[in-house]
């Protein structure tokens, strides 16, 4: 998998948007960009993913691009059910290991 | 929504002793994978199962087995528990892989904290 970079860790006030970024300048073509959230004591969790045009779900909105090289989970208003460690991950099934690479994330506090 | 359940949040055990986490989703995914989190080393596979009775080693199998009788449960198998082991498992289910899109979305279950004395 192509290599990602996020920073360490990030702050948001509650109710606030939140925009974590994520470099990936060697994202190939047919890399999917998804990203997951691991809240503490659990296990990690599905949050949004995309290939080339910008996605919106319950949960969160993925903003990417236009040369793909960098993507944006976007939090529209944080809570505090919202710090977690959040991972952005490339997939290429076709070039992949079948394991998710995790790499180290940022870790977002929220606070009141 | 998914639901993927593992057997024990906490488990304490000795060391030499036999253990099995027990992993069941109820979403009918082919899938099924066992990872270790350590602090500092993120997320490692141990195995992975495409199909029932199917099974594949994935990053760091030494020291562990698992057994895939029925689609909808995958369990790890730990021969003799070793001090080394102690770590956060977690047990994850998806679809056939295909185009890298949806289907390749993983799902996890709660995690089992295994400490073996």
């Known amino acids: 998998d192509a290599k990602t970079t996020q920073p360490n860790s990030m702050e948001s006030n509650e109710e606030e948007p939140v925009h974590l970024p994520c470099n990936h300048s060697?994202?190939?073509?047919?890399?999917?960009i998804h990203w997951y959230r691991q809240l503490p004591s659990q296990g990690p969790e599905y949050v949004i993913h995309?290939?080339?045009s910008n996605v919106n779900n319950r949960m969160a909105s993925l903003a990417i691009a236009e040369d793909r090289k960098s993507s944006t989970l976007i939090l529209h208003r944080a809570t505090l059910r919202d710090a977690a460690v959040y991972y952005c991950?490339?997939?290429?099934?076709?070039?992949?290991?079948?394991?998710?690479?995790f790499g180290k994330g940022t870790s977002l506090l929220v606070t009141p | 929504d998914v639901k993927v359940t593992q057997s024990s949040r906490y488990l304490v055990k000795r060391t030499g002793e036999k253990v099995f986490l027990e992993c069941v989703q109820d979403?009918?995914?082919?899938?099924m994978f066992w990872y270790r989190q350590d602090p500092g080393l993120g997320l490692r596979l141990i195995y992975f199962?495409?199909?029932?009775?199917?099974?594949e080693k994935g990053d760091i199998p030494e020291g562990y087995s698992v057994s895939r009788e029925k689609k909808e449960r995958f369990s790890l198998i730990l021969e003799s528990a070793s001090t080394n082991q102690t770590s956060m498992y977690l047990c994850?289910?998806?679809?056939?892989?295909?185009?890298?899109?949806?289907?390749?979305?993983?799902?996890f279950g709660p995690g089992t904290r295994l400490t073996v004395l």
């Open positions: 991950i490339l997939r290429d099934v076709g070039n992949s290991g079948y394991a998710l690479n």
């Open positions: 979403m009918d995914h082919e899938n």
């Open positions: 994850a289910s998806s679809l056939p892989y295909g185009t890298g899109g949806s289907s390749d979305t993983q799902y």
């Open positions: 995309g290939l080339t």
């Open positions: 060697t994202i190939s073509g047919t890399d999917y």
């Open positions: 199962s495409y199909d029932v009775k199917m099974k």
